[in-house]
């Protein structure tokens, strides 16, 4: 099992930047491949970014290519999403995820953390 946790939302303004944590409770950090997502208001939830146990392997939904970069620390039982160029569209609450390697579907959830960009 794992528990997730995650922090850095806030309020930023368009075009500012902000960086999420999300730490992980356990010692079996690097059997999970790591996702970001996120609900905004009235839409469904989105997958933002991804990246394998390892990190050498990471995918972005195309909406933050180039703006968004997920990246992880395993020996913090960390990972990470910095979020450049935000724009008001990106305010949602977001979430950290973790899947067992191999596995398809992700398990293990954070509660989420609100980002708001204001426009």
């Known amino acids: 099992q794992v528990q997730l946790v995650e922090s850095g939302g806030g309020l930023v303004q368009a075009g500012g930047s902000l960086r999420l944590s999300c730490v992980a409770s356990?010692?079996?950090?690097?059997?999970?491949?790591m996702g970001w997502f996120r609900q905004g208001p009235g839409k469904e939830v989105e997958r933002v970014a991804a990246?394998?146990?390892?990190?050498?392997?990471?995918d972005y939904a195309d909406s933050v290519k180039g703006r968004f970069t997920i990246s992880r620390v395993n020996t913090k039982n960390t990972v990470y999403l910095q979020m450049n160029s935000l724009k008001p569209d990106d305010t949602a609450v977001y979430y950290c995820?973790?899947?067992?390697?191999?596995?398809?579907?992700?398990?293990?959830w954070g509660q989420g953390t609100q980002v708001t960009v204001s426009s």
């Open positions: 356990g010692r079996s950090f690097t059997t999970y491949d």
């Open positions: 995820a973790a899947r067992r390697r191999y596995a398809t579907t992700y398990d293990h």
């Open positions: 990246i394998s146990w390892d990190g050498g392997s990471t």
